[in-house]
Structures are given as structure tokens and as C-alpha cells.
């Protein structure tokens, strides 16, 4: 019995064969594999939540009254979510294009997989889950600070089409679009996904990226680990730096607060503004046709 395991779920195929992208959370289907995969990915991160997370995530998780033993139900997230900062898990069937994506973001909406890893490989996993989106993000849009800082990256890619709809030439407005997501994917990635912040406690710093906080192992290895080079972030590296997704992260990046992420962002589209975007270093990560055609169609209503 698949259920909603990752990548062999059939309501998930038949949503996408069908073309639908925002749907509903079908609750019932879920087995009990499923539930026991999110009981013991949860049971196992929560000491290391406790020791390396960020207060606002412990706060978060809290406020949110996640359900230790049971994959949580969208519905009860957005109750408890909604009345603190607006936002709101949105179910969706797969990848959502880059502009669609932020777009949601400005509309306080999070796209969320609803599908779970299986409960024998609760370790790697390339795609997000409900537990990467659930546990890893979600925990986040509780703190107001953070939830403003994710609205106006949202609003970036709607500064990015607005100044690509002033380029004529097609070929320089595919660059300068490819260059300015390349730059803010990176943001994301190293800022939402995977960024330490300045804390008073535990050698100075904690966890708040959604990637290091839903992954077991790697929480641990990004503030323990000699390997790790962590740096305070400097906006004009940050964009330049390539990044792999296969395996640990060999570099991370440090925020003092919330209140300087969200200053960085309004840096990030000062910039863009500027055309301090349109050059980025090339290399990871490639630009996929499906991102890059959500931004060249955003422009056409731009
Ligand atoms: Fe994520």
C-alpha cells in the first residue's frame, strides 16, 4: 500500500498527469509506514533541535502544536499559523516554477509537499517531504521578523520581472533573468535553506535554514564539524558562491538577526535595481527551463 510515500504515491501522479499543481491534502490516505516515518524522523531530531536550533524555531514548534506521532494535518498548521503571521502551508503536487514559488512567498503562502519519505530511508533524500516542509520550514514562519523578511523575497522576483519587461532584446532579457535568479536561488539557499545566525548560547551559534533543521545528520555536522567553514555573510559572496545539493554543506553562511536578513533582502533587490545581478559568477545552480519560463512569463503581465 503506497499511501503518500515519496516519489510512489498515485494521487500524486494522477495530480500532475493532470496538470494540477495546488491541491488538497487527502489525509486518509496516508498508512501507517507514513506515520511512522514522520514519528521517528521527529523523535530522533528534537534533542537536536533542543541543543542546536535557533529560539524562534523552538518557539515555533511550540506555537504550531506539531504532532509528535502523526503526520500533521495542514489544516491544524494554518490554524494555529495564520492569526501570527499570515502565512499558510499550501499543499502542492511537486516542484513549483521559480517565479510561482515566490510569488506564493509575497502572498504569505508556502508551497508544501504532502508526500513522506519512506520509513527505511529517513536519511537522504534530494526532494523535499512533508517533513523537510512541515518540521524544517513551517516552525520558521511563526517568528513575525522571519515571515517579513520571506515576504519581501518574494517581492524581489516581482521587482526582477518588472525591470526585465524593460529589456527589449530577448537574449540580453534570458541573461540578465538567468543571472538574477541564479543570484537569488543562492540567496535562498544559503540564507532560508541553510543559514546560522548569532546566538548568546552554544559557542555563539544556532541553526534557522530549513535544510539543516530537517536533516539528522547534517544539524549536528554544520555547527560541530572542523570541516565547516562559517562565515558571516557578506551579500556580494554569498550571490557569487556556487552550491551543491548531493552532500553536506562545506561552507555556511552567518545572520545576526532576523532584522539584518530582512535588511539583506531589501540589499538583494537594491541591487538588482542597480544591475549588480545581472553579471553573477556562473556554475551551480543551473538554471532549469521551467524556472526560467515562469520569470520570462511574469514579464509578458509585468
Ligand atoms: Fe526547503
Known sequence: MPGLTTNEAPFIEQARRGGQLYIHQPYELYTEENHEAWRRLYSRLLPRWERYANEHFLAGIEQLCLDHDRVPRLEDVNRFLRPLTGFQAKPV????????????????EFPT???IRRSDQLDYLPEPDI?????????????RNFAEALVRFGECAHTAANLAAGIRDQQERVQVLTSVFRAMARFFWFTIEFGLMKSKSHGGL???GSGLLSSYGEIQ???????VQRCPIQLEWAINQGFEIDHYQPLLFIVDSFDHLFSLVGCLEQWMKQGRLNNV????????????????DAVLVA
Open 281 to 296: 559568477a556562473p556554475g551551480e545552480p543551473s538554471v532549469d527551463e521551467a524556472d526560467l519560463k515562469s520569470f520570462l
Open 93 to 108: 503536487s511537486g516542484y513549483v516554477p521559480a517565479f510561482l514559488f515566490f510569488d506564493c512567498l509575497r502572498n504569505r
Open 131 to 143: 517533513f523537510h516542509d512541515i518540521a524544517g520550514h513551517v516552525p520558521m514562519h511563526t517568528d
Open 206 to 208: 544556532k541553526v534557522y
Open 113 to 115: 509537499t504532502i508526500t
Open 221 to 227: 555536522h554544520a555547527i560541530e564539524s572542523p570541516a
